[in-house]
C-alpha cells in the first residue's frame, strides 16, 4: 500500500525489512556458527570478545563456563534464533571479518538501495536499529552488492546501545540521540516484526510495517500498523522543525 509522510528520520530494520531473513539464516549464520570455536580459543583478550563471553556466562548463571558450555549456548540460542546480545556481539565481530575479507557481501532487496539513495537525497536523516550489533551492521552497509553504503547512514543502534527492540524505551533513548526526544512524531521506524512496530509506536514514533512475501512475519502481519510490501510504496518528504 502506498505511504507519504513527512519525516525528519527514517530508522531502518534489517532482517525482515531491507533485507532477506532467507539470507541470514543460510548464509550468516552458518559463517558464524562454525567459527566461534576459534574465536572464544584465540581471541579471548578482544575486549568484545571477553565482554559478550563474560555476558554469555552471566545469562547461563555459571561464572566459570568454559568455551564448550560457551559455543554450546551460542549454538542453542542460533538454533532458536535469539537475538541474544553477546551473541549478535560474537557474530558482529566474526562477520566483520568476513565481509572485510570478501568471502561476504550483504543482502538488500531490489527495492532498497534506490529508495534509500532517494530519500537520502531528500534531506531525510537514515539510521539504523537492528538486533545485528553496530560492528555487523556497519560491515553490511559497506559490503552491499552495490558498494559501500555506509555514507547514506548516521546513526546505528543495536540492542547494546539502545535496549531491547521491543521495549519503548529503546526508541525513546534512540530519539533522544537522533535530538528528537520532543517531536518523536518525526521519526519513522521501517520493520517487519509487530511487537517491533508497537514498541515504536508507543514511544511516539511514526510506523510503516513492512510485509514480504515469503518473510517470517508476512502471513502474521503489522496488525493496525500502516504498511507497505517494498520500499518503493514509501514516499518521504524532510520535515522542517
Ligand atoms: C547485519 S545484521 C545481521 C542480521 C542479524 O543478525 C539480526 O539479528 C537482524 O535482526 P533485525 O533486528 O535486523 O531484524
Ligand atoms: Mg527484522
Do not use: C
Not at 7 to 28: N, P
Not at 61 to 80: C, F, M, Q, T, Y
Not at 132 to 152: I, K, M, N, T, Y
Not at 181 to 198: H, I, K, N, Q
Amino acid at each position: 500500500m502506498s505511504q507519504a509522510l513527512t519525516v525528519d528520520s527514517v530508522v531502518l530494520d534489517i532482517e525482515g525489512t531491507t533485507s532477506a531473513t532467507g539470507f541470514v539464516v543460510d548464509v550468516l549464520y552458518p559463517y558464524s556458527r562454525s567459527r566461534f570455536g576459534a574465536l572464544l580459543s584465540e581471541r579471548s583478550g578482544d575486549p568484545d570478545v571477553a565482554r559478550a563471553v563474560a555476558q554469555v556466562r552471566e545469562e547461563l548463571g555459571d561464572p566459570s563456563a568454559d568455551n564448550v558450555r560457551i559455543e554450546k549456548a551460542l549454538n542453542a540460542w542460533l538454533d532458536e534464533d535469539r537475538k541474544a546480545t553477546p551473541l549478535k556481539t560474537l557474530q558482529g565481530v566474526i562477520w566483520s571479518e568476513g565481509f572485510a575479507r570478501g568471502d561476504l557481501v550483504s543482502h538488500f532487496y531490489d527495492d532498497v538501495i534506490p529508495a534509500l539513495r532517494t530519500w537520502h537525497a531528500a534531506g531525510v536523516r537514515l539510521h539504523v536499529y537492528s538486533s545485528g550489533s553496530v560492528a555487523a551492521q556497519r560491515a553490511w552497509f559497506r559490503s552491499s552488492p552495490e558498494g559501500d553504503l555506509l555514507p547514506l547512514v548516521e546513526g546505528l543502534y543495536d540492542t547494546e546501545n539502545a535496549g531491547p527492540k521491543q521495549d519503548p524505551a529503546s526508541y525513546r533513548a534512540i530519539a533522544r540521540a537522533l535530538g528528537l526526544a520532543e517531536a518523536p512524531e518525526r521519526v519513522l521506524f521501517l520493520s517487519d516484526r509487530p511487537g517491533e512496530l508497537d514498541a515504536a509506536r508507543e514511544a511516539g514514533w511514526r510506523t510503516v510495517g513492512v510485509r514480504r512475501p515469503g518473510e517470517p512475519y508476512y502471513e502474521q502481519g503489522v496488525g493496525d500498523h500502516a504498511q507497505a510490501g517494498a520500499f518503493d510504496e514509501i514516499t518521504l518528504f524532510r520535515s522542517t522543525p
